[in-house]
């Protein structure tokens, strides 16, 4: 059951499930107009969600990479601003907290 409002030249402009003073014309969710403005709605949402999902996977990357130059000298980690220092510190504690097991096995060839 959805409940929808039209604009002046009779496109639906918003849909909710209860119906209200703007909301009054029933359509059945099986209405194709109605589909395809839920289509329509829908997308930005979905692209946003994925966008979103690329960002924090983006991070990552950047995070590998910024430690990858550190490790080739290729600058120097008190060459970055003090700000970015501070947030890198900070990912990487994060990190290593959710993974305490990763440094299990040390850099030695001692077992014991």
Same mark, same amino acid.
């Given at each position: 059951? *959805?409940?929808?409002?039209r604009n002046e030249n009779g496109e639906i402009i918003s849909a909710h499930k209860d119906q209200s003073d703007e909301h009054e014309e029933y359509l059945d969710d099986s209405n194709l107009e109605l589909k395809n403005f839920?289509?329509?709605a829908e997308k930005p949402q979905v692209l946003k969600g994925s966008l979103s999902s690329s960002d924090r996977e983006m991070v990552r990357v950047i995070d590998d990479l910024i430690n990858l130059l550190i490790e080739k000298q290729v /600058?120097? /980690? *008190?060459e970055l601003p003090e700000a970015v220092q501070a947030k890198l510190n900070t990912r990487s504690t994060m990190r290593s907290e959710m993974n305490p097991l990763g440094d299990l096995v040390g850099d030695g060839d001692e077992i014991f």
């Open positions: 059951m *959805t409940y929808i409002k839920l289509m329509k /600058f120097v /980690f *008190t």
